[in-house]
C-alpha cells in the first residue's frame, strides 16, 4: 500500500517533469553578452512550446531583436525585425512551434556573435516516454514482505517509543 503510493507519486512526479515548462537563460551564467558563443548554447539545450527564454544583460549595452532568418544572416536590423526588447532582463514565452531567430542590434554585436536560432518544438508527451519505460521495471520487484515487515516494525518501534516517552511524561505531570 505505501509502496504504491509512493510509486504512484514517483510516476507522476516522471510525469510532470516531462510536462512543465522550462526557463532558459540565454548563455547561462554568462548571460546576453559579448563573449559568449550563443551557437553552441542553444545547441545544448531543446526547446519546448511553453518554455520561456531570458535575457539578461546590462540595460543599454545590448538589446534583443527577434527577427527573420534573413536578419539573422546579414546582421541588419533595420528589416526584418518581428518584435525589439531591450530591458536588460527581457522574458520571452516561446509560444509557437517554430524557429525563432534572435540577435542583438548594437553595432557590431551580431557580427561578432550575440545572434542564435532555436527551433521550438511542439510540447510533446512521447518526449516523456523514454524515461518512464526504464523507471517501471524498478518499482515492481519491491513487495518481497520481508520489506514492508521491516517497514512495518521501524514504524512500530518508533511508535512504541513515542508512545513510552508520552507515558513517561504524563507519569510526570
Ligand atoms: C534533446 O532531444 C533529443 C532528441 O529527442 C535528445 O536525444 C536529447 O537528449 C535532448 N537533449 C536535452 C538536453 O534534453
Ligand atoms: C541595412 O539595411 C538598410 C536597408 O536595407 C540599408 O539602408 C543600410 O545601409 C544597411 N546597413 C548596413 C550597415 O549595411
Ligand atoms: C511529437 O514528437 C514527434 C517526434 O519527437 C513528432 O514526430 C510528432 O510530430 C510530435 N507530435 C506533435 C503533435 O507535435
Ligand atoms: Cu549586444
Not at 1 to 9: D, N, Q, S, Y
Not at 34 to 59: H, P, Q
Not at 100 to 124: P, Q, S, T
Request: with cysteine; proline share 6%; aromatic share 14%.
Amino acid at each position: 500500500m505505501g509502496e504504491a503510493k509512493i510509486f504512484l507519486m514517483f510516476l507522476t512526479m516522471v510525469f510532470l517533469k516531462g510536462a512543465v515548462s522550462e526557463v532558459h537563460t540565454v548563455g547561462d551564467e554568462l548571460g546576453w553578452n559579448t563573449g559568449a558563443n550563443f551557437g553552441s548554447w542553444s545547441r545544448e539545450y531543446n526547446f519546448s512550446v511553453g518554455d520561456t527564454l531570458v535575457f539578461k544583460y546590462l540595460k543599454g549595452q545590448h538589446n534583443v531583436y527577434e527577427v527573420i532568418e534573413a536578419t539573422y544572416r546579414s546582421c541588419n536590423g533595420s528589416t526584418g525585425v518581428l518584435a525589439t526588447y531591450e530591458s536588460g532582463n527581457d522574458q520571452i514565452e516561446l509560444n509557437k512551434a517554430k524557429k525563432y531567430w534572435f540577435i542583438c542590434n548594437f553595432a557590431g554585436h551580431c557580427l561578432g556573435g550575440m545572434r542564435f536560432f532555436i527551433d521550438v518544438k511542439e510540447a510533446n508527451s512521447t518526449n516523456i516516454r523514454p524515461t518512464t519505460p526504464q523507471s517501471e521495471p524498478i518499482p515492481p520487484p519491491p513487495p518481497p514482505p520481508a520489506n514492508s515487515c521491516a517497514a512495518i516494525y521501524v514504524f512500530d518501534g518508533w511508535s512504541f517509543w513515542v508512545s513510552l516517552v508520552a507515558f513517561g511524561v504524563l507519569l510526570q505531570l
